[in-house]
């Protein structure tokens, strides 16, 4: 394969300029010519007007042409590459609009079938694993409901199973951990610090801590526990997680940098460096002081050809099956769902005027404001933000995001649509946890309806990344079947409104003439195999800007 490496295009560009002025009547043959054809293709375009083709042209590191194998094929010149796809399905590269790199110590994790495990199978699963690891690991188990919901569960709790090796708790949605003294210690959490703006250790009634940290007082653990990863381990792991992308057609991730602040993801990206595009979200944690708003404020905005740094995101409210920041357990789950209380209820994360400093701010510093909305009443403040800091006329356009959207209820469309807002949701959040014949949800986690009222609907992962998963329950969402989109929609969330929620869907998001030649060759046809089959998806060729980045082995 022929690959444009940057180098390589500035000299052709600067050819191209001396052509143009010297010789632009005498151009040889190949200087118009593509560089590479893929042909015989299913490609999904994501252009209304044209939704598929048989073959694409790329020159540079941009897109030709697209149309049938024939007429794409006679543009070919002596040194065009041809790829013959013999008939697989091809899409735009997937734009993770809603990603987290993970970058922490080394632990174990006990894993469950389930995310919600009893507080019966989370004790054995923590002595078996202290017993066949090295004396003083880290043990790390995922719970949900159950045992988040037992307020037995705390420190002392698992002080008296694990006396030596430092044990969390994390809910799966990751806003909560419950830890023992050991990883208290661990992750340096003092008995005496305060409470960060949106955050809270728990204490008890003489002011010990519980071991249950919340919110941003659990981001900045966290953080602080990735800070001290020395750079050379952190670009490893940097660089595993992008290969995995790349195997999977993802092109281009929009990072909400909760792991790392701008400055040092830039860094490791450049060092890593990073094959896929990357944009590079600042997420700030807090002080007891207030929001840190400086950091990564002075970031350039084009660090490198494939890294951008723009936006900044705030958490507006926490998660339901936490309570978000009331004490663990003064918040407990219905007896019996429907959940949509759960949606509507939400604590918010800040005070009510912090939502307007936040709105203000933005608009002062010309950013994009993406916000953490998973309830109802977190959506509600910030519109009524939105019209007192000028409404329609000043919103619209800025492309506010409300990241999950869970919450968002019917009656609040028509104020999302007038003010521009992106909702990007996780398809993952409508995974079917609800026991069959419960009713849940009965009015929230809308997508169907949102595209019905007009709204932009952009995807990210949220989690570990499985982009054909995601499109599997946005197609076939347990919690809300009236709510399912089709293949072909689900896809154009993930890639051309992703690409809208980055400002950059005149250079990405959909194939045709002059964009990103950033392409996805897939394993098996997406729109056509049976849901459950979805998952197993994996790319078996993806370019970006025209350049190879994963090309899966040839089967044997
Ligand atoms: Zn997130």
Redo the contacts with the bound molecule.
């Keep these: 394969m022929k690959q444009l490496t940057t180098k390589n295009l500035i000299a052709f560009l600067s050819l191209a300029v001396l052509c143009n002025l010297v010789l632009c009547s005498l151009a040889p043959a190949q200087e118009t010519k593509p560089d590479t054809v893929l042909l015989n293709g299913k490609f999904f375009t994501g252009v209304a007007s044209q939704p598929y083709v048989q073959a694409v042209a790329i020159r540079g590191e941009r897109i030709m042409a697209t149309g049938d194998t024939k007429t794409i094929q006679a543009l070919a010149g002596p040194n065009t590459v041809a790829i013959d796809l013999h008939g697989s399905t091809a899409i735009p590269g997937i734009n993770d609009a809603?990603h987290?790199f993970s970058l922490g110590p080394a632990e174990v994790d006990v894993d469950f079938q389930t995310l919600d495990p009893s507080w019966e199978q989370v004790k054995n699963g923590i002595v078996a694993a202290i017993a066949k690891n090295p004396p003083n690991s880290l043990i790390a188990v995922t719970i949900g409901f159950q045992v988040f919901g037992d307020t037995s569960v705390d420190r002392d709790a698992l002080d008296k199973i694990a006396p030596n090796n430092p044990v969390t708790l994390g809910t799966f949605t990751?806003h909560a951990m419950i830890l023992n003294s050991a990883a208290l210690r661990f992750y340096n959490v003092s008995e005496t610090q305060p409470d960060p703006l949106g955050g809270r250790l728990e204490r008890d009634a003489k002011g010990r801590l519980t071991g249950t940290i919340r919110e941003y007082a659990l981001m900045n653990m966290s953080r602080a526990a990735a800070d001290r990863i020395p750079d050379s381990e952190a670009i490893v792991q940097l660089r595993q997680q992008l290969e995995d992308e790349a195997k999977y057609g993802v092109t281009s991730i929009q990072e909400?940098s909760?792991a790392m602040p701008p400055a040092r993801a830039v860094s490791l990206l450049k060092a890593v460096p990073t094959q896929i595009r990357v944009r590079i979200v600042r997420m700030p944690g807090t002080t007891p002081a207030g929001r840190d708003v400086a950091e990564g404020k002075r970031m350039p905005a084009h660090p490198a050809s494939l890294i951008t740094v723009s936006g900044s995101k705030w958490l507006a409210d926490g998660v339901g099956v936490e309570g978000t920041l009331t004490p663990r357990g003064a918040w407990k789950l219905p007896a019996k769902p429907p959940f949509d209380s759960l949606m509507a209820d939400l604590p918010l994360q800040f005070p009510e005027a912090e939502y307007r400093t936040m709105l203000q701010e933005t608009i002062d510093n010309n950013d994009q404001l993406l916000l953490?909305i998973s309830g109802n009443r977190s959506a509600q403040t910030v519109l009524d933000a939105i019209d007192a800091t000028g409404g329609k006329s000043i919103w619209d356009g800025r492309r506010l995001c409300f990241?999950h959207g869970d919450g968002i209820f019917p009656d609040q469309f028509a104020r999302i649509k007038q003010d521009g807002i992106i909702v990007v949701q996780?398809p993952i959040h409508l995974a079917p946890i609800v026991p069959p014949g419960v009713v849940a949800f009965e009015k929230a986690q809308p997508l169907k309806s949102l595209l019905e009222a007009g709204i932009p609907l952009a995807f990210g992962s949220?989690a570990p990344v499985n982009p054909y998963l995601d499109i599997m329950f946005a197609t076939n969402p347990g919690n809300r079947p009236s709510e399912a989109i089709t293949r072909e929609q689900a896809v154009i969330a993930y890639t051309r409104t992703s690409a809208y929620a980055e400002f950059a869907e005149k250079e990405k998001g959909t194939l045709e003439p002059g964009k990103f030649a950033d392409i996805a060759v897939l394993s098996q046809d997406i729109f056509t195999v049976p849901a459950p089959d979805l998952p197993k998806t994996l790319s078996v060729l993806t370019m970006v800007g025209g350049k190879v980045v994963y090309k899966a082995p040839d089967p044997k």
């Design positions: 809603h987290h990751g909400l909760v953490h990241e996780n949220d």
